[in-house]
């Protein structure tokens, strides 16, 4: 399955810079004017929250995101989704569900195409989701085997993202877009005894440091375009 996975990537990747690369100078020497303008706002899904359930079946997650054009240059983003995990293993079975909220910034640093994105990316990110698990199995040489459970406990976690990313439109106010991430602990969603294992837009919760790549889809409210 790896290997539809990176394929499926490389079409989105391609598929992207095609769109972009419609005129060979994108870029221009002259300064952008720095008066600030609304533009509208885009509508996406994060449409690797589905393709991820092919590779990760014990995980069901979903994501949305709204941008907000300010002048082409600047985009104030807001992304929040919610997680679910259902993990059966032979010494215990596992459960998580829980909802995170991104809020942040995206620099466009296209200047002839800025309907169009290429840029960096930060977003201040939360996630509260709760876990718990039952029929633990434990084999012990001193105590012999026994079964336990491990009860329900709230968690609230932290963490900054960095995103590098392209947005293209492929047909009208239809864009693609995906951003290569790297996602740092801030504080919360740790214990010492029963560790999270996925967190809600986080991912792996043993890691203070998570990277990760997201393909969406937009569509472009056609309000104020020019």
């Known amino acids: 399955m790896a290997i539809y996975k990176y394929i499926f990537s490389l079409l989105l990747i391609v598929t992207s810079f095609v769109t972009l690369a419609q005129d060979e100078d994108l ?42 054009n300010i002048s082409h240059k600047y985009f104030g983003v807001i992304e929040g989704g919610h997680s679910e995990i259902n993990l059966d293993k032979e010494n215990f079975n596992y459960t998580l569900n829980g909802n995170f909220l991104k809020l942040g910034m995206d620099y466009n640093m296209l200047k002839k195409q800025p309907t169009d994105f290429l840029g960096a990316g ?36 932290y963490w900054l993202e960095v995103s590098m990313g392209i947005k293209g439109e492929i047909f009208k106010n239809i864009y693609l877009g995906w951003a290569a991430i790297a996602k740092v602990r801030v504080s919360g969603g740790k214990d010492a005894l029963f ?32």
């Open 27 to 68: 870029y221009v020497q002259d300064k952008p004017k720095d008066t600030l303008h609304f533009y509208g706002f885009k509508i996406g899904v994060n449409v690797w929250r589905f393709a991820d359930f092919q590779f990760k079946p014990e995980r069901f997650s979903y994501e949305a995101s709204f941008d907000f």
């Open 122 to 157: 930060l977003r201040f990110a939360w996630a509260g989701f709760k876990h718990s698990a039952d029929e633990v199995f434990i084999n012990d040489d001193h105590w012999g085997n026994y079964s336990t459970s491990i009860d329900e406990k709230n968690y609230n976690m």
């Open 195 to 226: 560790q999270p294992y996925d967190i809600p837009g986080f991912g792996n919760g043993k890691n203070s440091i998570n990277l990760g790549i997201n393909y969406y889809i937009y569509y472009q409210i056609p309000f104020n375009r020019k």
